[in-house]
């Protein structure tokens, strides 16, 4: 490496985990990859480069599925440009047809595959981002909320402790259950009292 060691850059520049635990080899080759462009041109990297490495470097909780429906969205207000997802592509019923997308992605079934091919389009791995995209100008990165899953609603500090919002993982049923101690109560209103 030639300029700034990529060593001395500060924790947010290197950006989360040192290294992935993941023990798929198709995503370790990709990180892998990402992670030689990177170290290639510390200087001058694209931030796309580093936001890509950065999300095959992170649990699978940090990158969620996205559906076919969210990516035609997203596009529809862009007049041009190719979908990247570093997440799993999957189908949604709600939509049948879309304009032609060429698309970039991490894993997708079988199902949003041979829907994207009825309208049209293709569906491509990471390494071939410049294949398909042609210059990094022209991939537009889309990702969903992990924030928006139904069990995010019990992440964070324990339940009961000082500002914890989480919910508790028991039955509601027993007699001694977890309690959320900092829930808002409700607003009663009583009309007697006047």
Not at 3 to 22: D, E, I
Not at 76 to 95: F, N
Not at 139 to 160: C, H, M, N, Q, T
């Amino acid at each position: 490496m030639s300029g700034v060691n990529y060593k001395t850059l500060p924790f947010s520049a290197k950006g989360g985990a040192k290294a992935s635990k993941s023990k798929n080899t198709s995503i370790l080759s990709l990180q892998a990859f990402f992670k030689q462009i990177i170290d290639a041109s510390v200087e001058n990297c694209p931030v796309l480069i580093r936001q890509i490495e950065k999300k095959l470097r992170t649990t699978r909780r940090a990158r969620p599925v996205v559906k076919i429906s969210k990516i035609v969205s997203e596009m529809s207000s862009k007049d041009k440009g190719v979908p990247l997802i570093v997440a799993k592509v999957l189908d949604d019923e709600t939509i049948m047809q879309f304009p032609a997308l060429n698309i970039v992605a991490l894993q997708w079934s079988k199902s949003v595959q041979k829907k994207i091919e009825a309208n049209g389009g293709s569906i491509s791995t990471l390494d071939q981002f410049l294949k398909v995209a042609g210059s990094l100008e022209n991939l537009v990165l889309i990702a969903e909320d992990p924030s928006k899953r139904k069990s995010a609603k019990y992440w964070g500090l324990a339940p009961g402790e000082k500002h914890s919002e989480a919910y508790p993982r028991a039955n509601n049923k027993i007699k001694n259950r977890e309690k959320r101690l900092n829930a808002k109560k409700p607003m009663v209103f009583d009309a007697d009292s006047d």
